[in-house]
């Protein structure tokens, strides 16, 4: 469903992302771990069609994310690492314009958007202004605007953030269920915890490369330590080998 071919992404002299291959199936929940500056915004913004890689290719649900923009995002959803919302619309409102936005009629566009609010518990606010939220209200909300249009890839920048306890228990059975259906998601976060809970394979990327592709329990078997994610990531991050990427 991804499909990152030999990826480049430079800033001037600076490159951020160097000669990325991933391939993540249908059914897949992919983490993307890394330290602060890694090139893991950078990824997810090529992925989604905000930036386009200086060299190499992108393909989402198998369009070029570069040259057919509008049919792969079409199928894709994606969450920001900061959750961006139009302040003097209500939820609602925002939720009907997104489902304007991709396109679903009147009909399959109320009946999605009741089916989020009630899926997010949304329904005690999604009717105020969306400047009266607080950060995990906001998170919510865009979470519920990326799903409306039902699609096959979800891609999530820092999800947990911001949520509280009950929210992050929701947003983890969510992409449980979601990929059990079939869907694929590709997450980026540091809350290392969650992605050892409920992430199918990771990757670790470090100043734009790539170190490990594949389970917790590979990487336990590669470093040969019991340990737990927070603890093999910080171990393999601080050594920083030129490869340690798994064929798996």
């Known amino acids: 469903m991804i499909d990152i071919e030999q990826v480049t992404r430079c800033y001037g002299s600076k490159t951020a992302v160097s000669e990325l291959d991933l391939h993540i199936p249908r059914g897949e929940l992919f983490a993307f771990l890394g330290p602060n500056g890694a090139g893991k915004t950078t990824t997810i913004k090529m992925m989604v069609g905000l930036l386009q890689p200086t060299s190499g290719l992108v393909r989402v649900a198998g369009y070029d994310v570069g040259k057919e923009t509008r049919e792969a995002n079409l199928r894709t959803g994606y969450v920001p690492d900061e959750p961006y ?23 399959i566009a109320d009946a999605s958007v009741a ?38 890839v979800l891609v999530v920048d820092e999800p947990m953030v911001g949520l509280d306890p009950r929210s992050m228990r929701l947003v983890k059975d969510l992409f449980r269920s979601r990929v059990e259906a079939g869907a694929t998601i590709f997450m980026s976060t540091h809350t290392l915890a969650v992605a050892e809970e409920i992430a199918d394979r990771i990757g ?29 990531f910080l171990a393999l991050t601080e050594e920083e080998p030129e490869a340690y990427v798994s064929q798996a």
């Open 115 to 152: 089916r989020q609010i009630n899926d997010f518990g949304l329904e005690i606010f999604v009717d105020h202004l969306a400047e009266s939220y607080s950060h995990g209200m906001k998170q919510r909300l865009v979470f519920a605007s990326a799903l409306l249009h039902d699609p096959e």
């Open 85 to 107: 919302l139009y302040d003097k619309l209500t939820g609602r409102e925002f939720l009907h314009f997104i489902a304007e936005l991709y396109g679903l009629p009147r009909a």
């Open 204 to 232: 670790v990327i470090t100043n734009g490369q790539l170190l490990f592709l594949g389970t917790v329990e590979e990487l336990r078997q590669q470093l040969a330590s019991n340990d737990t994610l927070e603890q093999l």
